[in-house]
């Protein structure tokens, strides 16, 4: 008999003013949000007052503060056992390269390889969330509502089943401000109509001429108490409406799911406003046979792209990388190695990584190795960025 590897998978929803933390495990049939009181739904972690402004200034102490509280919120899942390996994806509001570039480095401190650790935004969390519900809750378009500290905004998930895989699109439907200044001296009870009015206003319009199969509702701001003739649209036409608060902290533990292996979802695509578009490869003599190297697929956000790898030159101080659109046109690139120290025929090792500085920006660096004691390196580096 063979024993099943406790392989955890972590939904990691980093906010500046609260965090939570939800996993999942075989041996569970569904992710869990870690409650700070057992039996209760208190799933709000504090987080550390300084730490945004410390990642922010690029300091290393915010590198420190922020490995400290991945610790803290994987050591409250205890209860789940030691794990064999563990896949930990981080959502945050928007995803941005220093933070990627800081949870990365955090999580290597703790042990967590780079290949294991995932990145995304909220509205791919939600699309995550989204895909794992029954097929009924996602049938048309899905809405989502979040109640911030100022404003609501909306959200409308859509599906293009013209292509294959059907694209998903998450974009924002409308927004209002729900601050002192739209407020403008109302008493409670007058604001709270008020509330009311702009909110069902905003839900007729969105909705018009248009079929969703369900609405989600986050933030403590969201109300039954205001949200009276809002609440009774929304429910209406047999549709489903849910209130939580930890939509993207799940959303994002069934990322990291489907990304190391546990889930997957079958002809669907994310096509958020990050996602890389091109396939992109190399021509290289392999084992003795031509053949194509694959560097970067397409449908990953940018800021994870990487790739890393070493070859031996073949008689060339040009690299030639190869771009593949989805929708199939291709392109060539080439990046000459100036200055490149005169060897015998392969005697000269490349270092490449790569790497996007932005969503149609690939940044390729190389590094001359020599090869073994009888051609040293030369210490030369060069850097080019392919604009897609």
Known sequence: MINE?????????????FS??????RKGSEPMTVSLVPGQEQYQIPTPKDLFSLVEQRSELGIQRLAEFFKEGIALLAGAGAPDGLFFMLTMKRMRPLWAD??????????IPAENVYLQDHLESFYYYTMHQKK?????????????RDRIVGYELRTDYHTKPAFVKVEEAFHFYVDAKARSGMGEAQWQEEKDRLFL????????????????????G????WAKRSLTFLCSARRHVFMGQNLFSKGACYGAMVQCGM????????????????????EMLIRGNAEYYPMISAGINWYMARHECEFILDDTQELEFYSRHLNGTQMAH????????????RATRIRLRMDFIAKNRCRVRMEDLGLGGLYPSSGKQWEAVIAL
């Not at 969201?222 to 108490?225: A, I, L, M, R």
């Open 5 to 17: 590897l406790n392989e955890l998978a972590i939904g990691f929803d980093l906010c500046s003013d």
């Open 20 to 25: 939570q933390i939800t996993f999942y495990n």
């Open 102 to 111: 800081a949870a990365i480095q955090a999580l290597g401190m703790l042990g």
């Open 136 to 148: 009924e809750l996602r049938s048309y378009n899905v809405a989502l509502f979040e109640y911030e």
């Open 201 to 220: 206003e905003k839900l007729q319009e969105m909705f018009q001429g248009k079929t969703y199969s369900s609405a989600y509702l986050l933030g403590e």
């Open 222 to 225: 969201f109300d039954k108490s």
């Open 263 to 282: 889930s997957s979802i079958r002809d669907y695509l994310y096509a958020g406003p990050d996602m890389i578009e091109y396939n992109i490869g190399m």
């Open 334 to 345: 080439t990046v000459t190695l100036t200055d490149l120290p005169p060897r015998p025929n």
